[in-house]
């Protein structure tokens, strides 16, 4: 017979079921906490239910409305009130700070992806490809990727994985020393894809590889080799890295068959120390792109547009940006870009100055004062930017044209001087005969 405490412990968890359930339903929902100064609810139907606060301003939340004042089309912004920069108020209120809002011509739309978007990256993924379009989180992402077609469409590949041995202090790429080998199918892979496309004009660029003896030049001239293989009318641009300085490395690059070669010197040679990695140098850069110029001279009738960008908004000043387009100059680099710095993450450098559109005209027409071939300045123009490819195309595939008329004339011209001469000595020969 079971004991009286046995029965008693089986009838507990039933009974405690039970009266659980009983007290569930008249029970109510109530905080955890009450607060001691909440106010009274109002008798008044009429009275409007007060808006949650919020710690961006001492009010409560303003409307939509508010935040867009140029979807308004009875009130549109002033021109001096489009380009005056806003702030904000954020954070707790222990720890509130000031943050700058971005103006209205640095805003881009999302990029949603079209058919065309969508195809590229599922090439790109395909063949693990890298663009610096992605790891640079460039913001004309969506113009350049989501053209009409392909032939209008541009992506950046970038060679050698998408970790850096660098660590520049504007540049959101992974960093690591030891990155994983390259590739070996990945020139292969990338003239594959750019045909596939059907592309007119091709950026190329690379992450720096102080890893490997050669920096990577020898891996990135195959590329080329590859891509001018597989389609000869492709034109090419190179965007490399400084190669440790090693001025043998870049002439493998420049020998291989590219139409544009680039490199960035990215700021003004004082503020270069803060903004790039420390192994990178503003002299350094410019001896690159001199030194690309002499291995392929005009004379040759083969020669290599050098290009090279700036970003704007570092807190550099005029006298120094004018020193910067001098020495580019002397160093015969042919085409410039200007581009506001933006900053990745909250790791990377502040933005000193939000450059305003009117200034990059100025500057680029102070550029082509100054004698360079092509100047892409805008807030949103990257090195990369394609409507300095179309322009590049087409000045490279005129001077295609000239060379190729030039040598037609030379033939006939040719042609004709050996035929002036086989009919003077017909003449002697007459002359001789009828002696």
Known sequence: MASPSASICRLRTPLHRAISSSLSLSATRSYATVPTNSPEPSSSSSAKPARRPTYFKDTTIASLDEFLPTSSAAAPLAATDAYQLRTAEVGPASNRRTITRLPEWLKTPIPAGNDNYKKIKQDLRGLNLHTVCEEARCPNISECWGGSNKNAATATIMLMGDTCTRGCRFCSVKTNRNPPPLDPHEPEHTAEALARWGLGYVVLTNVNRDDLADGGAYHFAETIRKIKAKKPSL?????????????????????????????????????????????????????????????????GGNEVITKTSIMLGLGEQEHELVDALRALRDAGVDV?????????????????????????????????????????????????YKAGEAFIENVLRKRASEKGTTAAAAAAAADIGSKLGEAVALGETAKTESV
């Open 235 to 299: 034109l090419v641009e190179a965007l490399t890295s400084d190669f440790m300085g090693d001025l043998d490395m870049v002439r493998v690059v420049a020998e291989s068959g590219l139409d544009v070669y680039a490199h960035n010197v990215e700021t003004v040679e004082a503020l270069t120390p803060y903004v790039r990695d420390r192994r990178a140098t503003f002299r350094r850069s410019l001896e690159v792109l001199k030194h690309v110029k002499t291995t392929r001279p005009r004379e």
């Open 336 to 384: 410039v870009t200007f581009g506001q710095y933006m900053r990745p993450t909250k790791r990377h450098l502040k933005v000193e100055k939000y450059v305003t559109p009117e200034e990059f005209d100025m500057w680029r027409q102070r550029a082509l004062d100054m004698g360079f071939l092509y100047v892409a300045s805008g807030p949103l123009v990257r090195s990369s």
